[in-house]
């Protein structure tokens, strides 16, 4: 897979799995950093969005985009939503595959649709080109205890150069809140896609 010094262009897609504040902080700090953010989310997402966010997501994937690029102050244009067919989305054709996409969180069930190449929503489709292209591809699978079919489709993505980055927060860095733990996250998966932040002091470096 292709190791990037930046990413421009980066696909967001959020899927039904516990973990939606890690995607929407990623959001916020792509959006600081500049990136192009297209957006896909599944059915399910909006489900668990209702749950565990304050704020459900809106229905239609324009006024998702508009709605979260605004609270994050996106320029006009900076964050677009795609419907879940929208197989005319620039980045459904292997002739334009963005930069980097991260799948956070990933369920089981789209992890082993992607490793089963079924294409069969623009987010398996995307990851399939992202795979077939050699452009960074972060999977944030968040279940658990996790079942030997996921710890098996796991391992083959990592084979073919897919980065699987569990959300597990690590405690050296002395998180006081929550935010510190989603942070510890997130930084992880922007130094996957060559996207700079400041979200804490690196190990081995001044705080
Ligand atoms: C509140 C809630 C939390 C869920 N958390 C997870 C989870 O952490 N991991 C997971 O794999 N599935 C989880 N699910 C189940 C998925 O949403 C369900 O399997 C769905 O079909 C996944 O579809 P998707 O992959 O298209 O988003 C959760 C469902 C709900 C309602």
Redesign the pocket.
């Known amino acids: 897979m292709r190791r990037t010094g930046s990413s421009e262009h980066v696909v967001l897609a959020m ?4 973990g939606l504040p890690y995607a929407l902080r990623l959001l916020d700090c792509l959006i600081a950093a500049g990136c192009r953010v297209s957006l896909i989310t ?4 909006h ?2 969005a209702a ?1 565990e966010l304050d704020q459900p997501f809106p229905a239609r994937h324009d006024a998702l985009a508009a709605e979260l690029g605004g609270r994050f102050g996106a320029a006009e244009g900076q964050v677009k939503g795609f419907a879940r067919q929208d197989w005319t989305a620039p980045f459904a054709s292997g002739s334009n595959p963005p930069d980097a996409m991260v799948v956070c ?1 990933c ?4 992890l082993g649709a992607i490793i089963n190449g079924l294409s069969d929503s623009l987010i398996e489709r995307t990851a399939d080109v992202c795979i077939k292209e050699r452009r960074d591809l972060v999977i944030v699978p ?2 658990a205890p996790l079942s030997a079919i996921a710890l098996g489709q796991m391992t083959r993505l990592a084979e073919l150069g897919v980065v699987i980055l569990p959300p597990a927060p690590a405690f050296y860095h002395r998180p006081q809140t929550i935010e510190d733990l989603i942070d510890f996250t997130v930084a992880r998966i922007l130094d996957q896609i060559g996207v700079a932040h400041s979200l804490h002091a690196r190990w081995g470096d001044e705080g």
């Open positions: 899927t039904g799995a516990s599944s059915k399910a997402a489900a668990v749950l969180p369920t089981t069930g789209t968040r279940e």
